[in-house]
C-alpha cells in the first residue's frame, strides 16, 4: 500500500483535553509533514519536521519524530471545537521527493 | 509559505466529456508537480509526479490515458480527466515543490462531480 497508517481513524474528545495522534511510515524520509483538512475542504498545512529533528513545536502543536521506529506522532493540547477536522500525516521519501499521505485521523472535538 | 493555486475549485461535467483541471504556482518555479486524488472520508492517493517537460510518472493503478498530465511549464501543470464517469467524480489536489527544496505546496483542490 502506498499509504502510511494513522491511529487512531477517529477520536473524540471534550475541550480542553488533548488529543495525541500517530503516524508510521515505512521507508526512509527527507521530512514528514502534518496537515489538517476541514471536511471537503482543501489542506492546511501544519508543521513540517525534518528526518535529523526529532520535535518540534507550534502553538498549541507538538510533533515528535522517531526514525529509528518510523513514527510520528502530533499532540494538539487544550483543544477547541475548531479543532475539529482530519489530520494526515505526509511522509516526503527519500529520492525523488514523492509526499505519501496516512490513513488520517478524524479528530471530534466537543463543546 | 509558498503559493500554488489550483482552477477550478468546483466542477460539474456530464459524463463522456473531459475536464481540465489547472495547477500554478504563483511565486516560485514548480520543477515537481504531484497530483492526488481524495475520496470521501479517505486520504490523498498519489496519482502520479510530473517534472517539468517531461512525461509523468504514474502510480500503480492509475490509467494514463485516462488522466492526462501535462507539465510545459515551471509554473503550471494540468490534469485533463478524459470521458469522465461518475466513478471519477471525487477531490482532486495538487501540489508542487521548487528546484532542491524538499517541501510541497498544495492548492486548494478540486471537487469532480460527474452526472
Known amino acids: 500500500s502506498q499509504q502510511g497508517e494513522e491511529d487512531p481513524q477517529a477520536l473524540s474528545i471534550q475541550e480542553g483535553e488533548n488529543a495525541t495522534m500517530n503516524c508510521s511510515y515505512k521507508t526512509s524520509i527527507n521530512n514528514l509533514q502534518w496537515y489538517r483538512q476541514n471536511s471537503g475542504r482543501g489542506l492546511v498545512h501544519l508543521i513540517l519536521?525534518?528526518?535529523?529533528?526529532r520535535e518540534k513545536h507550534s502553538g498549541r502543536l507538538r510533533v515528535t519524530l522517531d526514525t529509528s521506529k518510523k513514527s510520528s506522532s502530533l499532540l494538539i493540547t487544550a483543544s477547541r471545537a475548531a479543532d475539529t477536522a482530519s489530520y494526515f500525516c505526509?511522509?516526503?521519501?527519500?529520492?525523488?521527493?514523492?509526499?505519501?499521505f496516512g490513513a488520517g485521523t478524524r479528530l471530534f472535538v466537543k463543546a | 509559505g509558498a503559493v500554488v493555486s489550483q482552477h477550478p475549485s468546483r466542477v460539474i461535467c456530464k459524463s463522456g466529456t473531459s475536464v481540465k483541471i489547472e495547477c500554478r504556482s504563483l511565486d516560485f518555479q514548480a520543477t515537481t508537480m504531484f497530483w492526488y486524488r481524495q475520496f470521501p472520508k479517505k486520504s490523498l492517493m498519489l496519482m502520479a509526479t510530473?517534472?517539468?517537460?517531461?512525461?509523468?510518472?504514474?502510480e500503480q493503478g492509475v490509467e494514463k490515458d485516462k488522466f492526462l498530465i501535462n507539465h510545459a511549464s515551471l509554473t503550471l501543470s494540468t490534469l485533463t480527466v478524459t470521458s469522465a464517469h461518475p466513478e471519477d467524480s471525487s477531490f482532486y489536489i495538487c501540489?508542487?515543490?521548487?528546484?532542491?527544496?524538499?517541501?510541497?505546496?498544495f492548492g486548494q483542490g478540486t471537487r469532480l462531480t460527474v452526472v
Open positions: 510530473s517534472n517539468e517537460g517531461s512525461k509523468a510518472t504514474y
Open positions: 519536521i525534518r528526518s535529523n529533528e
Open positions: 501540489s508542487a515543490s521548487g528546484r532542491g527544496g524538499t517541501e510541497a505546496f
Open positions: 505526509a511522509t516526503e521519501h527519500t529520492g525523488g521527493f514523492k509526499t505519501i
